[in-house]
T-cell receptor, first 117, second 115 residues
Framework: AQKVTQAQTEISVVEKEDVTLDCVYE???????LFWYKQPPSGELVFLIR??????QNEISGRYSWNFQKSTSSFNFTITASQVVDSAVYFC??????????????FGTGTQLKVEL | KAGVTQTPRYLIKTRGQQVTLSCSPI?????VSWYQQTPGQGLQFLFE???????NKGNFPGRFSGRQFSNSRSEMNVSTLELGDSALYLC??????????????FGPGTRLTVL
């Protein structure tokens, strides 16, 4: 069975600090996709990034960067120079395909990030 | 293009009642998935509908059901509500295509409170 572990339940930082959110996953599939979503208090899941299992290149998007390492089954997310608006719950997720078509997302338990002034 | 919409946004019911939640996918998307989010269990997959048929199902009791209409809109129903059904119910739509991955776009959710 697939599993996603986000060991950090809550992280508090002061604005402008860098912060890394950890994600470790388990799967027996050789082809899979990993995701990060942001969930602000409004509740909607906001897509941040998708990475497939064949692409281990790190990615940077503005203040966000992601480090994917298949050898350690990790897909960590770093926010550089954090801002108050980054305060939210962040979910790491793994996509599992069904034999008959379609797929589902297996989510980690989320990391609550609080950025204070 | 309009995003995924869910109605109602908030709902309060009492134990034993039933409830119906609605989801309108992004235009052109034919797959609709439902997820339940609770503080204790986190985000869990309920089921997925495609072409008016339930294609995949998570580990939830039969009290949870759904359907999809010809325009891809979907409803989920929970009968005989229990306190533990209080949750945020999220709907996600995706464009059906070949291959392992179909990106899911989430709606704002319906927050159900069972008293």
């Amino acid at each position: 069975a697939q599993k996603v572990t986000q060991a950090q339940t809550e992280i508090s930082v002061v604005e402008k600090e860098d912060v890394t959110l950890d994600c470790v996953y388990e799967t027996r599939d050789t082809t899979y996709y990993l995701f990060w979503y942001k969930q602000p208090p409004s509740g909607e899941l906001v897509f941040l990034i998708r990475r497939n299992s064949f692409d281990e290149q790190n990615e940077i998007s503005g203040r966000y960067s992601w480090n994917f390492q298949k050898s350690t089954s990790s897909f960590n997310f770093t926010i550089t120079a954090s801002q108050v608006v980054d305060s939210a719950v962040y979910f790491c997720a793994l996509s599992e395909a069904f034999t008959g078509g379609g797929n589902k997302l297996t989510f980690g338990t989320g990391t609550q990030l609080k950025v204070e002034l | 293009k309009a995003g995924v919409t869910q109605t109602p946004r908030y709902l309060i019911k009492t134990r034993g009642q039933q409830v119906t939640l609605s989801c309108s996918p992004i235009s052109g998307h034919r797959s609709v998935s439902w997820y339940q989010q609770t503080p204790g269990q986190g985000l869990q997959f309920l089921f997925e509908y495609f072409s008016e048929t339930q294609r995949n199902k998570g580990n939830f009791p039969g009290r949870f059901s759904g359907r999809q209409f010809s325009n891809s809109r979907s409803e989920m129903n929970v009968s005989t509500l229990e306190l533990g059904d209080s949750a945020l119910y999220l709907c996600a739509s995706s464009l059906e295509s070949s291959g392992i991955y179909n990106e899911q776009f989430f709606g704002p959710g319906t927050r159900l409170t069972v008293l």
